[in-house]
């Protein structure tokens, strides 16, 4: 299943590649640093939103899916889950209505959060169709869904910052196109309730289980934008624009891969828990791991070291030198990050310890806080990108702590070394070649550290990666033409 989502999930890896590259050049010429800013405070408030009132559904849906396919009350589920997310999105609309009247906002951040809270709705609903999806092993419907959006979205928010919306075109797009699926998937999808019945005891289960996960992804997103909030306060909406710049930059670039990888790997490793047990999902976790660690690993590295050309390419020139300093330090805390989230916090959602999802999401959180209310003020930007690098770091580490409590997962530790040892090797390579700048140098030290980074881990057979590779290649040759 892991394999199969892999492949399967490529195209929207690719086009979230693509389009998230493309958001970041093209909004940040097309929107001025203090409307840049804007955006992406509001973007900050509206995963908040979700986060904190819809998201534990979502869970809920991907998480029992296989159990109540397993025990013939499918119907029952989507009924239960449906009638809970009614109740909770009731709260959204007063959320908005007591943040855009009393809040002291100037009218373009009141345009924009209008449009974060519109957008908030609509996106944990198509949500809902996408997580079933996935639980459900219907990757090419979860796929092209994901694409509509990513794109479509894009597309409507670009032309809407053309005509002059600022810091809410981009949300406009993400809402509006939402929208537009949900006219399509919606009515099929609450078909999926007929014959069911809100079930108490299963509601109850579902709450248990997602309201942690909400709380832990509540705290994830302070430890992920208390440094922009802290920056508006003690400096200004350009330092934000700057910092979002640079983070979206190097966090996006990761965020892709494992997104990619998780896509696949979170209903795989699910699957292979409730249908083979705790064997089958150690050998699921550790190729999971070995994997993830493997291509993840070098493609941090890689964004640090060509930092400053990438920068060079993909951002305007108003937030150019800014982020440039930025992006190499978002990319250490964006691997943290992306290993924390996609495999180590899941040992709390495969042994369904999730409210332990919140201490291990609170340490890092906690730091992070206590780190930027030190750091800020004192050495400004860079005290932001220190705090974020140092509670990452924290939050790995407490996640694989109490994980062990939870659902003990394997670490593959000798691919650990190997990969490092390889990343090491590229960087030392990377770093003796000319600096052009431009697409040159990037084009250069991208295909250089490629080559070096493949040739020391196929030497190595990390993993006995040259026996994949060739049972990969074997398999190709036979298929018939």
Known sequence: MFWRGILGYLPVNIAQGVIGLLTIVLFTRVLSPEAYGTYALAFSVLSLTQTMLLTWTEAAMARFLAAREADGRLADHFATLYRLWGGAALLTPIVAGLTLRFAPLDAPMKVALAAAFATVLIKSLTKLSQERRRAAGEVSGAALLDIVQTVGGFALGLGLALLGLGGAAPLMGMGAISLICLVFILPAELGRMAGGRFDRAMARDYAAYGLPVSLSLILALVLSTTDRFLLAAFLDEATVGVYHAGYSLGSRTLDVVF????????????????????DALRTAAREQASFMILLTLPAATGLALVATPLVELMIGEALRTGAAHVTPWIAASGWLSGVTT???????????RTPMLIASMGVPAVVNLVLNLLLIPRFGLD???????????????????LGRRAQPLPIPGMTLVKAAGACLAMAAAVLCLPSPGGLVELVLKAVVGALVYGTIVLALDVDGLRGQLATFVARRRARPA
């Open 383 to 401: 005290g932001a990108l220190w705090a974020t690098t140092a509670s990452y770091a924290a939050g790995a580490m407490a996640a694989v702590v």
């Open 342 to 352: 996609y495999y180590l916090l899941q040992a709390f959602t495969l042994g369904r």
């Open 259 to 278: 997104i990619w990888l998780g896509m696949a790997g979170g209903p795989a490793l699910i699957a292979a828990l409730e249908r083979g047990g705790p």
